[in-house]
């Protein structure tokens, strides 16, 4: 099956932080722009990162510029999302998305998509 797999939630007190990580199963990361997703409880999904295949070019969301950080190892097929000064409204269940456009990606609709990893922000 090609898909994402994601790991690395888990919970943690507010201004602390996680490492997410995301490796692709069945496609190769540096044929790939890459992306977060999270969706918190009754709220709709959110796009908050996208990393062109080269990782050169690189969009956060305001919602974690400063806070978040990719970086990818296409040598290792890898990406990993640093996110530091979390806040309760952080708390989400956390998806990794993968297509070789990045337009589809900020437009909700990536080819391939993670089984997602809980992030829970205690306050």
């Known amino acids: 099956q090609v898909q994402a ?3 690395g939630g888990g919970l943690v007190q507010a201004g602390g ?5 995301c490796r692709p199963s069945g496609f190769a990361l540096d044929e790939h722009a890459m992306g977060w997703f999270r969706q918190a409880p009754g709220k709709e999904r959110e796009g908050i990162v996208c990393s ?3 990782g050169r070019n690189t969009y956060y969301s305001d919602s974690v510029k400063g806070r ?3 970086s990818r190892d296409n040598a290792n097929n890898i990406l990993t999302l640093q996110m530091d000064n ?3 409204e952080d708390t989400g269940m956390y998806y990794c998305a993968a297509d070789p456009r990045p337009a589809r990606i900020w437009g909700g609709f990536p080819k391939y998509w993670g089984q997602g990893t809980q992030v829970t922000v205690s306050s």
């Open 5 to 7: 797999v994601e790991s």
């Open 86 to 88: 979390l806040k309760p």
């Open 17 to 21: 932080s996680l490492r997410l990580s």
């Open 52 to 54: 062109a295949w080269n």
């Open 68 to 70: 978040f950080t990719v």
